[in-house]
């Protein structure tokens, strides 16, 4: 199974709502890293939070990092547009990207 | 644009043939990380290469081969090719040996009819 499990699979809000994702891995990390794929094109690097951080922000970015249960959130806010992509997490423990999150904002 | 450089764009190639995907690290990094995309699978680590060196290993097949040039580019070599191994292939880069912080390039689009 995947270091870095993505849920849901699939995502769809209205424009201007919150969006949450989860990630869930399976080793100890050091740090855990969120990516966004916009369809066909390559990852970008959205935020790193490390193993001493619960939270951490950037823009209309917040990551939360649970290390006890090995689980990190994204939360999206006042989403737009533009944010729809898939999104995946990845440890540092493991180069093992999930399936990532699909998330839809519909206008 | 991540500064990471991959060509070709596109490949349209015939099973059993052999192709070869290059990519150019952004300028300062001396890792480059090789992964397959395809709709089934998600997205695969196959290799990771520092300074020249192998240095982790992913789920690639023992048709596939990649090094890494005293320039840093890299090159991932498919041969025997299959019409599963139709997928995105991209490359990454980053600074250090660990995966911290990796810079996607735009992928190479391969279909093997």
């Known amino acids: 199974s995947q270091q870095g499990e993505e849920d849901p699979q699939a995502l769809s809000i209205q424009e201007g709502e919150n969006a949450t994702m989860n990630c869930s891995y399976k080793?100890?990390?050091?740090?855990l890293q969120w990516y966004r794929q916009n369809s066909g094109r390559g990852l970008v690097h959205l935020i790193l939070?490390?193993?001493?951080?619960r939270e951490k922000h950037s823009g209309r970015l917040r990551v939360t990092l649970d290390t006890s249960k090995k689980s990190s959130s994204l939360l999206i806010t006042a989403s737009r547009a533009a944010d729809t992509a898939s999104y995946f997490c990845?440890?540092?423990?493991?180069?093992?990207f999930g399936q990532g999150t699909r998330l839809t904002i519909n206008p | 644009d991540s500064g990471v450089t991959q060509t070709p764009k596109h490949l349209i190639t015939a099973t059993g043939q052999r192709v070869t995907l290059r990519c150019s690290p952004r300028s300062g990094d001396l890792s480059v990380y090789w992964y397959q995309q395809s709709l089934d699978q998600g997205l695969q680590f196959l290799i990771q290469?520092?300074?020249?060196?192998?240095?982790a290993k992913g789920n690639i097949l023992e048709r596939f081969s990649a090094q890494q040039f005293p320039d840093l580019h890299s090159e991932l070599n498919l041969s025997s090719l299959e019409l599963g191994d139709s997928a995105l292939y991209f490359c990454?880069?980053?600074?250090?040996?660990?995966?911290?912080?990796?810079?996607f390039g735009p992928g190479t689009r391969l279909t093997v009819t």
């Open positions: 990845a440890t540092d423990a493991k180069l093992v």
């Open positions: 990454a880069s980053s600074v250090g040996p660990d995966p911290y912080e990796q810079y």
């Open positions: 290469y520092y300074n020249g060196e192998e240095r």
């Open positions: 939070i490390r193993s001493n951080e």
């Open positions: 080793t100890s990390i050091n740090n």
